[in-house]
């Protein structure tokens, strides 16, 4: 994944990086609430996830696009709940940048403890 041509990520029905420096979830009552959550290690065992408010909200389909300007977001390590198949993706943002995406909560408590 390239932060600097595609800083941002979709997960609107999939896993897309995006040019737009921002994150993008949707929430569709009964399958996702669109959150996004900077991630941090509690004594070193157990990941405590903060909340972050969104700033854009526009209806879509059946449902309401969610977007997080990346340029908002703290360097860390980040989940958001959406309508991908995973429903919920685990990624690390750097530079308001995503520069990677992690592939599950076990791999990203790995990537906190070294960070």
């Excluded at 921002?22 to 290690?41: A, C, F, H, N, P």
């Excluded at 969610?66 to 989940?79: A, E, I, M, Q, R």
Aim: contains cysteine; aromatic residues 6%; hydrophobic residues 35%.
């Amino acid at each position: 994944m390239s932060g600097a041509d595609e800083p941002g990520l979709s997960l609107v029905r999939g896993v897309t990086p995006i040019r737009a420096r921002k994150i993008i979830t949707e929430r569709v009552s009964g399958m996702s609430d669109g959150r996004l959550y900077q991630l941090k290690l509690i004594a070193r065992k157990y990941i405590k996830p903060d909340e972050i408010e969104s700033t854009d909200e526009e209806a879509q389909g059946e449902g309401m696009a969610v977007g997080y300007p990346t340029d908002d977001l703290n360097d860390g390590f980040y989940k958001a709940n959406s309508t991908c198949d995973e429903r919920t993706v685990f990624f690390e943002i750097a530079g308001g940048a995503v520069v990677r995406t992690l592939p599950n909560e076990r791999r990203t408590l790995q990537e906190l403890k070294r960070a």
